[in-house]
């Protein structure tokens, strides 16, 4: 009897990177059903050889935890993977914001944005800049609606504050 070969992890109908989406298409970290790598963006392809285009390494994570009824979210964990000495800002918009603005420094690889690990209203937005002079960074937008995520949007951006925009490519 011949030996059970495991299906590669963009066919295995598992969400094998935590980022809520199975498998080709769906994961954008897989770049076809046979790709056995899941895990998020496929940095050879949007390296650039321009000083402005160099990405932050390893690219950004920005990981949401919480739950959701009726009347908004409650967020158990906000996190950020990111290089050591990345800037990391978010901006709360919408009714019942704790802080419009939460600007923090990574000393170590991942940041726990705590002052946001709390109970937010439906039409709550954050905006999240992971940022480095010199570097390409992370921006991602998450919109709560009635049923918790909304929409989420993640792009590259240079400075905080300032409109993303589409990640360089080589």
């Keep these: 009897m011949p030996a059970a070969v495991a299906a590669p992890r963009c066919a295995d109908g598992v ?3 935590g980022d809520a989406r199975v498998d080709f298409p769906a994961d954008a970290g897989c770049s076809s059903p046979a790709d056995d790598d899941e895990a998020g963006v496929q940095l050879p392809q949007l ?3 321009s000083a402005s285009g160099r990405l932050l390494l390893p690219f950004p994570v920005v990981r949401v ?3 959701s009824d009726r009347s908004g979210v409650q967020i158990s964990l906000l996190t ?8 990391v800002t978010v ?3 919408g009714a ?5 603005s939460v600007v923090m420094r990574t000393s170590g690889r991942i940041v726990r944005v705590r002052r946001l690990e709390r109970r937010l209203r439906i039409g709550t937005v954050l905006r999240i800049y992971v940022t480095k002079t010199g570097f390409v960074g992370k921006y991602t937008r998450i919109r709560f609606g ?3 995520l909304l929409s989420r949007i993640d792009s ?3 400075t905080a504050g300032r409109a993303p925009r589409p990640c360089p490519r080589s």
Excluded: E
Aim: proline share 6%; aromatic share 0%.
């Design 80 to 87: 950020v993977r990111a290089p050591a000495a990345s800037r």
């Design 15 to 17: 969400d094998n990177d």
């Design 91 to 93: 901006l709360c918009s």
């Design 65 to 67: 935890r919480g739950s």
């Design 146 to 148: 009635r049923t918790g």
């Design 47 to 49: 390296l650039s050889s």
């Design 96 to 100: 019942g914001c704790p802080r419009r």
């Design 156 to 158: 590259c951006a240079s």
